[in-house]
């Protein structure tokens, strides 16, 4: 019964250089969430997705950030070119339904960007 | 702006005690709040939450009241217990908004033995 599996658990890249988060949901979640938190900050909502549908991007950097929530597989989490600003754990989330608010998390990924 | 606020990082608590944690917020069109608790590297956890019709949810030693004049909300936790030691984040979400929830900057609480 493995909840919410994101890796790595933390990524280490260089400026410039290009971040891949992954998240896989619970199993038979299709409602996945992602978030952002900074060093003493509370999360920030980043994007919702479905099924290969981005339903709400409003949380979203408007360049170098992207996601994906394909058929088959992880939804991903990509940020190209990354900068020193980058750098905070980036917690992904699921649940059943677009209405389940108390949703599961996973464990994070630290991206620190030197 | 903030639009959910916990005022206070952190909290001692003495072991068996009652523990009140705090939140307020600014957004009227919120109707449905929640609490997390987080432990250290891990990611948070859902606790209880209520929604804008009621003024009050109970789940074990856990309590949430919610007064929507004030636009305040607290958790109480009796008896603390050590396991209860953690950061515990307050989150808000509107029907009418962004589907993402919107958090406090959580509040770390420390139960004394």
């Known amino acids: 019964n493995a909840g919410v599996m994101q890796n790595p658990r933390h990524l280490v890249r260089r400026r410039g250089q290009e971040a891949r988060l992954r998240c896989s949901p619970v199993k038979g979640h299709s409602h996945v969430y992602w978030y952002r938190q900074l060093p003493e900050e509370g999360l920030k909502f980043m994007v919702y997705?479905?099924?290969?549908?981005?339903?709400?991007e409003s949380g979203m950097p408007k360049e170098r950030f992207s996601a994906e929530f394909p058929k088959e597989g992880p939804s991903i989490l990509r940020i190209q070119q990354v900068v020193r600003g980058d750098s905070a754990a980036y917690f992904c989330?699921?649940?059943?339904?677009?209405?389940?608010?108390?949703?599961?998390f996973g464990s994070g990924t630290r991206l620190t960007v030197v | 702006d903030q639009q959910v606020k916990q005022n206070s990082p952190s909290l001692s608590v003495q072991e068996g005690r009652i523990s009140i944690l705090n939140c307020d917020y600014t957004?009227?069109?919120?109707?449905?709040f929640l609490w997390y608790k987080k432990y250290p590297a891990e990611g948070p956890t859902f606790l209880i939450s209520i929604s804008s019709i009621k003024d009050k949810n109970e789940d074990g030693r856990f309590t949430v009241f919610l007064n929507k004049s004030a636009k305040h909300l607290s958790l109480h936790i009796v008896p603390s217990q050590p396991g209860d030691s953690a950061v515990y984040f307050c989150a808000a979400y509107s029907g009418g908004g962004a589907d993402g929830l919107t958090f406090g900057k959580g509040t770390h609480l420390i139960i004394q033995p």
């Open positions: 997705l479905q099924k290969e549908n981005i339903i709400d």
């Open positions: 989330a699921s649940s059943p339904d677009r209405n389940s608010y108390g949703y599961t």
């Open positions: 957004n009227s069109m919120f109707d449905y």
